[in-house]
C-alpha cells in the first residue's frame, strides 16, 4: 500500500497544483506558473526512486523551463538573477578538478551543480518578494500533507518514515522547511487551535523520521522566535563551525580510539570517515582532492585505517558520503572553496539581519539555522532545495549577491 502511495502520488500532486494554481489565477502561459508548480512537485519526484522516471522527468522539466526563460531573456521580455557566490564556487570547483584529473566522478558532481545553478536562475528569475507567498503556499500544503503520511506510516510499520524520499532525514528536513514558512510566514497568531494543531501535525511528523538533527533544527527554529540577541548568535556560528573542525585537527587520534567503544557505530564510522577527509584536505590545502571525488581518495586510502572496524561498513564506494557538507567542501575544493562558503554564509547573515519585517528575518535566521545543522551531519550541497532555502533572504531586501542581467 505505501508503495503503491509513493509510485501514484507525484502524478496526484501534479494535476492537483496545476488546478490549485490555475484556480488562484497563476496564468498558465506565464513562466511564473512553470515555476511554481515545479517547486510544489519537487519533492515528490527529486528523490522518489519508487518509479525510475521520476527524477529524470523532475530534471528535464527544469531544464526545459531554463530554455524557455533565456529565451524570453533574448527577447528582453525578462532578466536574469544569477548569485555570483554561487558562480564563483562552480570555478573553485572547476579548479579542483585538477586533483581529481577529471575523472568521471568529478564530471557526475560538476554536471549535477550546473544543473542546481540552472534550476537557482529559473527559480530566483521568476519568484519574487511580491509573488513568494504564493510560491510557499504549496510547501504548506505540502508539509502538512507529508506530515500527516509520516504518521500513518510510523502507525504501520513502527520504523523511521521516508513516505516519498529516499532518507528519513530529507523528509524531516522539509517538513521543518515547511514549519518554518508556516510559524513566520503565515500564521496570524500561536495562540489559536488552527495554529496549534497545524504545529502538532507538524511535530509528529518531524519525530516519526526519528532524525535527531532535523529534531534539533525544529526546536532552535522555534527558539529564533524568541527574544534572543541575534547577531551575537550568528557571530558564533563561523567560529563554531572551525572551531569544531580544529578540535578535530588537535584531538583526531584521541577520538579515532575511543568512538567505537562510547559511541554509536552510525556515529563512530562518521568520525572514521571524517578523519579520512581531514587527511583529505591536509594533502590538497589548497583546492582539495577534486569535487565528488572524496570516494574515489578514501578507497585509495583506506588500507591506512583497517584496524578501526567500524569503518569496515564503508570500504564500499556506493556507501562514502562524508555526513558533513562543511567537511566536504573543505576536503573537496580546499581551503579556498571552504572560505568562499564559509564567507557567503556570513553574508547571507548580515544580510537576514537587515531585513525590516520582523517575521520574514526570523522565518530566514530559523531557515539558516536549519541549514547549518542539517548539512553540518549529512550531505546535502548536491541538491537545489539547500541552496535556494540558505539564500532566501536575497529576496527581501537589497543586495550585491544577486546579480541581475539584463
Known sequence: MLILIKMILPIVMVIFFIIYYMKN???????????????????????????PFYRPLLQVIAIIGFIKLIIIFLNKKKHLLINKYEFIF????????????????????????????????????????ENIKSCFASIIINGILLSVLSCLEFIILN???????????????????????????????????KTLFVLVIFTLGILATGSDSVIIAFITA????????????????PIGVIGVIIFFFL???????????????????RIGIWSIAIDGFLDNPFIGVGYNNFPNYFMDNKYNYVDYSFLSAFFQYDYLVTHNDFIRILTETG????????????ELIKITIRINQVNVRKMCLALIFTVIIFISTHNNINAFDTWWILGLPLFFTKNNILIKVK
Open 335 to 346: 581551503g579556498i572553496g571552504f572560505l568562499l562558503f564559509m564567507f557567503y554564509v556570513k
Open 25 to 51: 489565477k497563476v496564468y498558465t502561459k506565464n513562466l511564473e506558473f512553470f515555476t511554481f508548480v515545479f517547486i510544489a512537485v519537487a519533492p515528490y519526484m527529486s528523490s522518489n526512486f519508487s518509479l
Open 251 to 269: 584531538t583526531k587520534g584521541y577520538l579515532l580510539h575511543q568512538v567505537a567503544e562510547y559511541l554509536s557505530d552510525s556515529n563512530a564510522q
Open 222 to 237: 522555534i527558539l529564533i522566535g524568541l527574544k534572543i540577541d541575534i547577531k551575537k548568535l550568528f557571530k558564533l556560528i
Open 159 to 193: 520504523e523511521r518514515t521516508e513516505v516519498v524520499f529516499s532518507n528519513s532525514n530529507y523528509l524531516g528536513f522539509y517538513l521543518v522547511f515547511s514549519s518554518i514558512v508556516y510559524l513566520y510566514l503565515f500564521k496570524s497568531t500561536l495562540y489559536n487551535y
Open 90 to 129: 562552480l570555478i573553485v570547483i572547476i579548479i579542483s578538478g585538477i586533483n581529481a584529473s577529471y575523472n568521471n566522478s568529478f564530471f557526475s558532481g560538476i554536471i549535477n551543480y550546473i544543473y542546481i545553478l540552472i534550476v537557482l536562475v529559473l527559480v530566483r528569475s521568476n519568484v519574487n518578494s
